[in-house]
Each structure stands twice: as C-alpha cells, then as structure tokens.
C-alpha cells in the first residue's frame, strides 16, 4: 500500500503549513513550507499552491475546525488538487475524518517522508527497513480503513462488530509481518557486524558523513572519493549507506562512510527501522557533520541532527568525536562568505565542534577537511587513566567533547574513573586547564594506591 498512486499521472497538492498558537516559534514557518513543498516535489507531485495556516488549537476530529475545513474544501476543489499535504503528524481520526470532510487523499508529515523512502530504498537492508517503519505506521492507523465499515455494519456487543474484528485480524497480520521483518534486519545488523570486525583487522578508521538532508553529504562524498553516488537537490536522495576507501591528504587510508540524511520531526518509525544502519553512525572513529551552511536554518538543522544521533547513540558507552563541514560556502555572496569563514576560524574554542568551510560542488576547503580529519585520528593519541572529582564536570565534558573517552566508572564515593584517549597536544591542553586533577586523585578514597597516571609511551 502506497499513500500516493504511483501509476496516476502527475497529481496535484496543495501544501499546508499549520501555525499553531500553541507551538515553539523557533522555526521560520516560511522556511518550513518551502522544507513541505520540496518533499512533495520529491514525490514528483505538482505543488498547486502552498499555504500557512493559521491556528489557535488543533482539534481532535479532523484537525480543523468547521469553518477553516470549509475554507480548505472549497480551495480543493478550486485547484483541482488530488492531494492535501499537511506538514505535521495527524492521528489516524483526525486523518480519515479531514479526508472524509475534504474529498481529497491527505497525507501528514510522517506519511509523506514515508513514501519518500519507500521510493529511495534501492538495497535489499533498504528495502527491508522502509518497509518495517510504513507496517509500524499502517498499524497505528487501522481504525481509518474499518470505523466506517463498523458503523454501516452497525456491530455491537462485547464481541465487538465485523469491523472490529477485521482490524484485530489485520493487526495480527501486521504484527506477524513486522515480526519477520525484524528477524530479517537481525541477520542483517549481524552481517554488518561481521563486516565491521573484517574491517578493523585491516585497521582503517570509519568516517561516517552524516547531516541534514540535501546539506550535500554524497556530493562530498564523490568528490571525496571519485565515487558515482546519486546526488541530487532533493531531500533523502541518499538512503542506503555507501562505504569507500580514501587516502588522506598524509597518506593515511580512511574508509568514507555516506549515510541516510536526517530532517526536522523524522520520524520515530524510522530512526527505530533504520537502527540497522545507523550503527555505521555509531561505530565510526570520525563524524563528519556536513551542514548547509548557506541555508537560513542552518543552526536549527544541526540542532535537529545533534537530535536525532542522541536518539541512535543513547544505547552507547561513547560517541564518536565530530567535526563540521560547513558546506555550500560558493552560495554565499562575499561579505556572507567571510562572516561564515570568522566563525568556523574561531569554532572548537568554546566546546564546540570544530567547523571548517568547503564547497563540495567546487572542491574548495576538501582537502584542508582531510586535513582536519587527520588531525582528529592524529597517530600518536595514547591511552590515559584519568580520575576526576564530582567537582570536576567540566573536564569530564571537556573530553566527551573530544570523544577522547573509552569506559567509565563512578565509584560509590562519587569519583569518576575514565579510559580516555588523548593525543599529544590534547594531553597537554588537559593539563594547563585542569592541573590539579592530576595531583588530587584520590588514593584515600579508592582503598589502594592506584598506577600513576601518566601519558603511556608508545
């Protein structure tokens, strides 16, 4: 079952953007219809007209009140539109009954990013993890197929009508296939799995691109590795994660890791069916966060990808360090160029990521990246056992900030014990900022003198 009829010819929608009174302002509402307008475009669906709309609450039947739902209606049927977009989630009631009102299929953000990725899917894990996040979908929807089939039937009863034994005979149905699927997507994250333990006895660190969609990650990549990647100006065009070899700028092998792109409010159907792919993500040794730093929304999109990696890594001890590509700098005029340019000099001072500007269109900046990637696995990192104070919480940030720490362990007197890794220069910044940790461990408090801690030699 698709939501939009791929075999009709080009059908036609009308994009709405809600502005409800209740809901943060943090986003431009402009920017956030022409974000809906290009997923329906991705859809190859024809934008007719694209509207915000206000309103002061969402309203359980149908989403709209009754004045506005005659408002919509009307300019429906003005349009000819096949297809109502509404750029947030809908429940199933809200989006039988708005479709029951209107005369026209509606589709909600979430079911619209869907049938993107149902159309993008191209490798079988792909395939498989669509097509688990649309059944977890569909299942939550039932009640739009069978409601009005249980009234004309007029089922009563604590037996319940036909309609409602069609919809538990439908879950079951649903809930077997889900089953499998994910029996499927085990074998799967175990053949990964094996692949990655094949890739560390030939020891090449991970670089996995990830970002926002269309911020311009596999055009990176291609650049970076000569590779023929679809690249397009769409969202999602790159689902299925892509591994290349890469020789750096030093001479050291990477293998370059292309990953699905992220978006504002994806999904949790997604994030949970593509588990299986984003723990390239997890298991990296490097994150590259490729921005559209050319884009009005750029510090809200990389708020909204720092998101959704919390969400992928909250099952892991540690996280990858991370890097910012801030991309697309050849769309900025001149005085934008430079303004970018003071910033991503002066990044990685306060606790931020370090960002460094490029173009992957042009190819300027890619090799001052590799560069900056190179530095990030610096060789000569050694390992250090560290032990750090309650008082000491900054330090303890400051190293996750560098995404130097391996294991930890907090002891039953509040101490924090810590495998980290630190290159030569890192050590050293860890010293002049935080002196007395090395000379307040204490020995006291941990029942036994413990190995001095030292920078290990190689």
Same mark, same amino acid.
């Given at each position: 079952m698709h939501l939009i009829d791929r075999q009709a010819p080009v059908q036609r929608a009308l994009v709405i953007h809600p502005l409800r009174s209740d809901a943060s302002a943090s986003r431009d509402p402009d920017l956030r219809l022409i974000e809906a307008c290009g997923l329906a475009e991705a859809l190859d669906l024809e934008v007719a007209d694209a509207r915000l709309a206000p309103l002061r609450q969402v309203r359980p039947g149908a989403y709209f009140g009754t004045g506005k739902i005659e408002e919509l209606k009307a300019y429906c049927e003005e349009l000819k539109v096949d297809v109502l977009i509404l750029d947030h989630q809908m429940s199933p009631v809200q989006q039988r009954n708005l479709e029951k009102e209107l005369q026209v299929k509606v589709v909600d953000r979430t079911g619209l990013i869907l049938e993107i990725f149902a159309r993008r899917a191209r490798t079988r894990e792909g395939r498989l993890q669509v097509e688990l996040a649309r059944l977890s979908y569909e299942k939550s929807r039932l009640v739009k197929t069978w409601t009005h089939l249980e009234r004309q039937r007029g089922g009563t009863g604590k037996t319940g009508g036909p309609g409602e034994r069609q919809i538990e005979l439908d879950r079951r149905m649903i809930a077997d296939k889900i089953l499998k699927l994910k029996k499927e997507l085990e074998e799967v994250k175990r053949t990964r799995a094996l692949q990655r333990a094949s890739r560390k006895r030939v020891p090449y660190p991970v670089i996995a691109l990830v970002g926002y969609t269309n911020a311009g990650k596999s055009t990176l990549f291609n650049r970076a590795a000569s590779a023929d990647v679809f690249a397009k100006d769409m969202p999602f065009a790159t689902?299925?994660?892509?591994?290349?070899?890469?020789?750096?700028?030093?001479?050291?092998?990477?293998?370059?890791?292309?990953?699905?792109?992220?978006?504002?409010?994806?999904?949790?159907?997604?994030?949970? =069916?593509?588990?299986?792919?984003?723990?390239?993500? =997890?298991?990296?040794?490097?994150?590259?966060?490729?921005?559209?730093?050319?884009?009005?929304?750029?510090?809200?999109?990389?708020?909204?990808?720092?998101?959704?990696?919390?969400?992928?890594?909250?099952?892991?001890?540690?996280?990858?360090?991370?890097?910012? +590509?801030?991309?697309?700098?050849?769309?900025?005029?001149?005085?934008?160029?430079?303004?970018?340019?003071?910033?991503?000099? =002066?990044?990685?001072?306060?606790?931020?990521?370090?960002?460094?500007?490029?173009? +992957?269109?042009t190819g300027e900046g890619v090799k001052e990246l590799f560069a900056l990637i190179d530095s990030e696995l610096a060789l000569d990192a050694r390992p250090v056992d560290l032990v750090i104070g309650p008082d000491q919480g900054a330090a303890r940030a400051w190293l996750f900030r560098k995404g130097a720490v391996r294991q930890e362990e907090t002891d039953e007197q509040g101490f924090t014990h810590l495998k980290v890794r630190l290159t030569a220069d890192d050590a050293a910044r860890f010293v002049a900022q935080w002196p007395q940790i090395l000379s307040e461990v204490p020995f006291v408090a941990l029942g036994e003198v413990p190995e001095p801690v030292h920078f290990l030699e190689a």
């Open positions: 689902l299925d994660t892509t591994l290349r070899a890469v020789r750096t700028p030093t001479g050291r092998d990477v293998i370059l890791s292309d990953t699905v792109g992220f978006i504002t409010d994806l999904p949790t159907e997604l994030v949970a =069916a593509f588990r299986a792919t984003l723990e390239e993500v =997890a298991q990296a040794d490097l994150l590259v966060h490729v921005r559209d730093i050319a884009h009005a929304e750029s510090d809200n999109q990389r708020r909204d990808v720092e998101l959704v990696l919390d969400r992928v890594l909250t099952d892991h001890e540690s996280r990858p360090p991370l890097i910012e +590509a801030w991309n697309k700098i050849d769309c900025l005029d001149e005085a934008g160029a430079a303004y970018v340019r003071a910033r991503a000099a =002066a990044s990685g001072l306060d606790g931020t990521a370090q960002g460094i500007c490029v173009s +992957a269109l």
